[in-house]
């Protein structure tokens, strides 16, 4: 079912408007640097809903792609004489990380469920693992610091609306991907993966082509965060940079890339400010407790995700509506 009110094209562009005026009216340089990564950090959340909402492929892994592009674009700014040749490194990055996503997939998509699920853990940190000890081209621990980037990605306003024009470009990608026959494909699969085989869809070429797309989508957010940060560390290909993915998808919604990218805001603003309180008072210094409480509140209460279980009420809600018109334009044909 697509998404009604939240796919709603005028709200959408209001929402979309509202953002691009945002730094002509006295913004902090703190609040629209918040909100670059979170325009950054939607993308890699509906990289991964690509797999988990519309495939129902669930990866531990994910973090590898993110990754591969952070360290693609880090590595080559940092060989490269001139920085303004930033497109040709994204190039680079995507082609790299579509080769590791369809090594990735060959290898493992041909077992299922938690196996799946095991094995790109495997490799994610095997991927950590080289980033770590490669340390003539990767930094090792200390990471890549000091990333050259063109000038127009220093100045913070620019950077701000090269960033959400980045988020928009890759949300209607991505929505073009979901609504075309392909994702119609995708979504079948995530129902019943054997009906979609019975009905003569080649299902692991269908997976291998999701997980290629949610892969270049990652890499690119990862580039963007290499841009953004200046700095690449093995931290991009740790699980939690996984987890966090999961966690902004399940926030949001699972199969609703708006969800992603509220689940993105939800997480960063909530890190920010949580971590703010513990040099407030001594209780807030375990505050990644209160950060799972928070989740867990959102879990119980919205069991769909924000995005979705809002989305199945207003879709319960209308259904009830029209039930109500029927029976009372019933009743009055009876009266009649």
């Given at each position: 079912?697509?998404?009604?009110?939240f796919?709603?094209?005028?709200?959408?562009?209001?929402?979309?408007?509202?953002?691009?005026?945002?730094?002509?009216?006295?913004?902090?340089?703190f609040?629209?640097?918040?909100?670059?990564?979170?325009?950054?950090?939607?993308v890699?959340?509906?990289?991964?809903?690509?797999?988990?909402g519309?495939?129902?492929?669930?990866?531990?892994?994910?973090?590898?792609?993110?990754?591969?592009?952070?360290?693609?674009?880090?590595?080559?700014l940092?060989?490269?004489?001139?920085?303004?040749l930033?497109?040709?490194?994204?190039?680079?990055?995507?082609?790299?990380?579509?080769?590791?996503?369809?090594?990735?997939?060959?290898?493992?998509?041909?077992?299922?469920?938690?196996?799946f699920?095991m094995i790109?853990?495997?490799?994610a940190?095997?991927?950590?693992?080289?980033?770590?000890k490669?340390?003539?081209?990767?930094?090792?621990?200390?990471?890549?610091?000091?990333?050259?980037?063109?000038?127009?990605f220093?100045?913070?306003?620019s950077?701000?609306?090269?960033?959400?024009?980045?988020?928009?470009?890759m949300?209607?990608?991505?929505?073009?991907?979901?609504?075309?026959?392909?994702?119609?494909?995708?979504?079948?699969?995530?129902?019943?993966?054997?009906?979609?085989?019975?009905l003569?869809?080649?299902?692991?070429q269908?997976?291998?082509?999701?997980?290629?797309?949610?892969?270049?989508?990652?890499?690119?957010?990862?580039?963007?965060?290499?841009?953004l940060?200046?700095?690449v560390?093995?931290?991009?290909?740790?699980?939690?940079?996984?987890i966090?993915?999961?966690?902004?998808?399940?926030?949001?919604?699972?199969?609703?890339?708006?969800?992603?990218?509220?689940?993105?805001?939800?997480?960063?603003?909530?890190?920010?400010?949580?971590?703010?309180?513990a040099?407030?008072?001594?209780?807030?210094?375990?505050?990644?407790?209160?950060?799972?409480?928070?989740?867990?509140?959102?879990?119980m209460?919205?069991p769909?995700?924000?995005?979705?279980?809002?989305r199945?009420?207003?879709?319960?809600?209308?259904?009830?509506?029209k039930r109500?018109?029927?029976q009372?334009?019933?009743?009055?044909?009876?009266?009649?």
């Amino acid at each position: 079912m697509r998404e009604r009110i939240f796919n709603n094209k005028w709200l959408l562009a209001a929402v979309l408007v509202l953002l691009a005026i945002l730094p002509f009216v006295g913004t902090s340089q703190f609040l629209m640097l918040m909100l670059i990564q979170v325009f950054i950090l939607a993308v890699y959340g509906m990289s991964y809903d690509l797999l988990l909402g519309y495939t129902g492929i669930v990866s531990f892994g994910h973090a590898i792609f993110f990754g591969t592009g952070a360290y693609s674009v880090g590595i080559l700014l940092t060989k490269m004489e001139n920085p303004n040749l930033l497109f040709v490194a994204f190039l680079i990055a995507i082609v790299f990380s579509a080769v590791v996503a369809l090594l990735l997939g060959v290898l493992s998509l041909r077992v299922k469920d938690v196996y799946f699920s095991m094995i790109t853990l495997a490799f994610a940190e095997l991927f950590f693992i080289v980033a770590e000890k490669w340390s003539s081209l990767t930094g090792g621990n200390d990471g890549i610091p000091y990333i050259r980037v063109p000038e127009l990605f220093r100045e913070r306003v620019s950077l701000y609306f090269i960033a959400l024009g980045f988020l928009v470009v890759m949300f209607l990608f991505l929505r073009r991907v979901v609504d075309s026959p392909l994702g119609r494909v995708l979504q079948a699969i995530r129902e019943n993966e054997r009906r979609a085989e019975s009905l003569g869809y080649n299902v692991l070429q269908y997976k291998l082509v999701s997980i290629v797309i949610s892969g270049m989508v990652a890499a690119m957010a990862g580039g963007m965060w290499a841009v953004l940060q200046r700095y690449v560390s093995t931290t991009v290909f740790s699980l939690d940079q996984t987890i966090s993915a999961l966690l902004m998808t399940i926030i949001g919604g699972v199969g609703t890339l708006t969800g992603a990218i509220l689940g993105a805001g939800v997480i960063t603003f909530a890190n920010e400010w949580l971590s703010s309180l513990a040099s407030v008072h001594p209780i807030f210094e375990r505050w990644l407790i209160f950060f799972g409480i928070i989740y867990i509140v959102i879990v119980m209460y919205f069991p769909k995700g924000i995005i979705g279980t809002i989305r199945d009420k207003w879709a319960r809600s209308s259904e009830r509506g029209k039930r109500d018109a029927a029976q009372t334009d019933q009743r009055g044909k009876s009266v009649l």
